[in-house]
C-alpha cells in the first residue's frame, strides 16, 4: 500500500524528468538558431568591410576595432569566438561556430560560407 505522498511522487517524478529532458533540448535548439542569426549578422559586417577594403579582414577581430557594440559580434550563443578563415587572398571567407561541443568540424557546428 501506498501513501499520498508516495503516489505523489510516482507522478511529479516522471513528469518533472520528461520536462528536464524536453527543456534541455529547447534550450539547444535556441543556441542554434540565436548562432544562426549572429553568423548572419557577422557575415553582413565582413561583407560591408570588403566593400570598404577590398577584401575581407584576416583575423576576425579586425572588425571589432574600437567600436563597442561590436564586442559581442565575434562570439557564438556558447560564448566562443567563431571560427574564421580568409580565403584566397582576401576574396572568400570561411565562418563557422564550434557549436555547442567546441570541436571545429563536427556535426553541431553552424557554417556560412562566402
Known amino acids: 500500500m501506498l501513501y499520498p505522498s508516495q503516489k505523489i511522487m510516482l507522478i511529479v517524478f516522471p513528469i518533472s524528468l520528461i520536462l528536464f529532458i524536453s527543456g534541455g533540448l529547447l534550450f539547444t535548439n535556441s543556441n542554434q538558431g540565436s548562432t ?7 557575415a553582413k559586417i565582413l561583407e560591408k568591410e570588403k566593400q570598404d577594403i577590398g577584401r575581407y579582414p584576416e583575423k576576425i577581430g579586425d572588425v571589432v576595432r574600437n567600436n563597442p557594440l561590436r564586442q ?3 562570439f557564438d550563443s556558447w ?3 567563431f ?13 563557422q561556430s564550434l557549436g555547442s561541443d567546441g570541436e571545429l568540424d563536427t556535426s553541431d557546428d553552424v557554417k556560412h560560407n562566402k
Open 72 to 74: 559581442n559580434v565575434i
Open 83 to 95: 571560427h574564421y578563415e580568409s580565403l584566397n587572398n582576401g576574396t572568400e571567407f570561411k565562418l
Open 79 to 81: 560564448k566562443q569566438e
Open 36 to 42: 544562426r542569426s549572429k553568423i548572419i549578422e557577422l
